[in-house]
């Protein structure tokens, strides 16, 4: 069987390299370089052609949002780069002596008043954990409760609250930890979570850290890995963060 030409016809400048001075034989495949034709025994070696690498490289992203979470502890008040972060710094006010003499208290309440503020502290959260494959936002009474809900919605996550003794309304396990005079306890309903699950503990300040060990332990009590502690502040001098051992912490601001 006769076997036919290919016919090149095309304005793209690739194919103006190519010219012939003679008519192609019944038995070209393609054309040679420098004029001619290849057979299909030919052993001539067909040209290869590299199109450009037009890959963009983009800026590198923010730290505090694309940092591994089993990263070091690391506060993304030093991450001098987003200027979110001194924002909400700023909007967060401190009331001395209260709720007795002595306390510099912390107050987020004006954080909260403060829409884009208080916006850019959720983001903040959300792009460090999505994609993180967590499944549970466990949050800590009280102020846990502001700030993890919107982050567990936003990273696919349900909401899980751990409050305190005899506030919620089925069976529970419970937890105690150590006050400066006393104990406490945190409790959390059976079946909130299960064994594998992967948990984000949210609350809005660390001190001393005895309610995130509480967390800690109550959530791997039931087989659930915790894969990060997160509050918005953190008041170093008091030591919490040691207290957590080698389970991660990520903090936004140091205590203002």
Known sequence: MMQRALIFSCSNPIYSQFSTTT??????VFPKRDGGWISPSSSHQLPVYRLRDYRRTFPPLLNSAIDSVAN?????????QDPRISKISSAIRVIPNFPKPGIMFQDITTLLLDTKAFRDTIDLFV??????????????????????????????????????PNKLPGEVISEEYSLEYGTDKMEMHVGAVQAGERALIIDDLIATGGTLCAAIRLLERVGVHVVECACVIELPELKGRERLGD??????????
Not at 23 to 28: E, G, M, R
Not at 131 to 147: L, M, N, P
Not at 247 to 256: D, G
């Open 247 to 256: 389970k991660p912490l990520f903090v936004l601001v140091s205590s203002t």
């Open 127 to 164: 792009e460090r954990y999505r994609g993180k494959d967590i499944s549970v936002v466990a949050g800590i009474e009280a102020r846990g409760f502001i700030f993890g809900p919107p982050i567990a919605l936003a990273i696919g996550a349900k909401f899980v609250p751990m409050r305190k």
């Open 72 to 80: 070091q502890p690391k506060m993304a008040s030093q991450d001098e």
């Open 23 to 28: 008519a192609p034989p019944d038995y070209a």
